[in-house]
């Protein structure tokens, strides 16, 4: 009977099991399977705590709406009367501006205005930075082919003051990344093909716009844009975990990878010691940097390909508070706000998770969620917990006027937690699955690759389990 060991019990780990489960049994093929997590609990960056009946998210908070392969495990698991989306009827959003909270504009797709009148009237961009974007209109595609950073595609179509005041922030907050160092093939490639198609961004969006407005009769609501499961996002891996048939080895770290041809034989680090374990393929769902460790000795150059995907720190410090505490200080009526680096503040961003949510925080209390480190940052993740919460106090006190003692806060790090997409990083990945290829029976998934986020990392790992079924037949 085949086996498959799959090394590492993060989302991508757990879903590559659960579908290589799922559809093995459907296929008829009779498969064991091996996951192994170096840590004590399943689930990554997936992480949610409860304090006070407050429900915390350490990690990913929900899923994009857009994407349909997170949404649709939770539907195969069973969860899908646990489904609920962004309050989008209290969705303001905020930039921070000269060290107030300035409206985001609406109309906006990304960084790109559709609509005239909310764009023109907006404080955001000064009267020169909405002309600098209305130049877009008339400038022409680019001509040179290839990857090129996110900071160049902005300032060259939109100007630098978008970059600043509304892509960068976006940016920050999406991947916690430098614009400058942002890959466009690898996030996103619709706005190169928009630019080739239409000249003009601006073009593009209005046009999708008008699009999706006729496809609805100008009458269908669009969908929330994240969805989340009502009792925090760790239910996701708890139901994963229930619904998993193989053998978990939560707690043992790989020391060795060895290619037996066919198949490899695993070297697990035991409390008994190291225990061997051979097996006809094995799935890597680590980080690239822990899997560049993995196939050194067995492959220096697919090792190299590895090392070069670049990860950053973060952390999370979230506060709750008694609404009669906060009274009268803030009224919590948006999904949260942005930072501009040009502000230089402390933290990047901050969500106001009781209003983007609902059941996250007991009646009408307040819960906050605010994100420190990244792309120079990365010194901040290594304070202690009394300084990370010291710093996101100080930061809402001055920029919310929120002086309030909170009654729950909770620090989350993620030391090297966020892959970087620098420019060329699909070229990257392109020679790291053609190495892998010297190795048949090696397979590599997860957010390293080609998406950071939940459902591109149940994409993947659908994608993997399709080639592994493959090469067993089925």
């Not at 960068?168 to 990344?177: C, D, E, L, R, S």
């Not at 009769?217 to 009792?231: D, I």
């Not at 008694?322 to 200080?329: C, I, S, Y």
């Not at 949510?357 to 792309?375: N, S």
Request: aromatic share 8%; proline share 7%; glycine share 10%.
């Amino acid at each position: 009977m085949p086996h498959v060991t799959i090394i590492g019990g993060g989302i991508a780990g757990l879903a590559t099991a659960y579908y290589l489960q799922k559809k093995s049994r459907e296929a008829g093929l009779s498969l064991k399977y091996t996951l192994v997590e170096s840590e004590p609990r399943f689930g990554g960056k997936i992480a949610t705590a409860t304090d006070k009946n407050f429900v915390i998210e350490g990690g990913p908070d929900s899923m994009v709406s857009i994407k349909p392969h997170g949404i649709q495990l939770c539907r195969d698991l069973g969860l899908a009367d646990q489904l609920i989306p962004t309050n989008d009827d209290r969705r303001n959003i905020y930039v921070l501006k000269n060290g107030r909270l300035t409206p985001f504009p609406g109309g906006y797709r990304l960084t790109v205005p559709t609509e005239f009148v909310p764009f023109a009237l907006s404080p955001l961009i000064s009267p020169l930075g909405k002309l600098r974007m209305g130049l877009d209109l008339f400038m022409p595609p680019r001509r040179e082919s290839g990857d090129e950073s996110l900071g160049d595609f902005i300032r060259r179509r939109l100007g630098q003051e978008a970059l600043d005041r509304i892509a960068g922030p976006i940016m920050a907050g999406i991947y916690v990344a430098d614009p400058d160092r942002l890959s466009m093939e690898s996030t996103f490639p619709q706005f190169l093909a928009m630019e080739q198609k239409y000249g003009s961004l601006i073009k593009a969006m209005r046009q999708a716009k008008q699009n999706g407005a006729s496809a609805g009769g100008g009458q269908t609501k669009p969908p929330a844009m994240f969805t989340t499961l009502r009792g925090g996002m760790a239910d996701l891996v708890d139901a994963l975990i229930d619904n998993l048939a193989g053998e978990l080895r939560p707690g043992q770290r790989v020391i060795g990878l060895r290619p037996l041809s066919p198949g490899f034989e695993v070297t697990l680090q035991t409390e008994a010691g190291p225990q061997p374990l051979t097996t006809d393929a094995v799935v890597i769902a680590t980080p690239a940097y822990v899997a560049a460790q993995l196939v050194e000795a067995i492959d220096p150059t697919l090792a190299g390909l590895l090392g070069k995907i670049r990860y950053v720190s973060t952390a999370t410090v979230s506060l709750g508070y008694r609404r009669a505490d906060v009274a009268g200080q803030h009224d919590f009526n948006g999904f949260g706000f942005m930072i501009p680096k040009s502000e230089q503040r402390q933290i990047l961003a901050c969500t106001w998770s009781s209003t983007k949510f609902d059941h996250r925080a007991p009646g009408d209390d307040a819960l906050v969620r605010l994100f420190i480190g990244g792309d120079g940052r990365e010194h901040l993740v290594e304070q202690p917990d009394d300084e990370l919460v010291a710093i996101a106090r100080g930061e809402l006190r001055e920029i919310m006027n929120l002086t309030a003692e909170p009654v729950v806060s909770k620090v989350f790090r993620w030391p090297k937690g966020n892959a970087q997409y620098d420019v060329g990083h699909l070229d990257r990945v392109s020679q790291i699955e053609s190495q892998a290829q010297n190795l048949p029976g090696l397979y590599f998934t997860g957010s390293a690759f080609r998406g950071i986020g939940i459902p591109d990392c149940v994409k993947s790992a659908l994608a993997t389990v399709d080639q592994i079924l493959a090469q067993f037949g089925g």
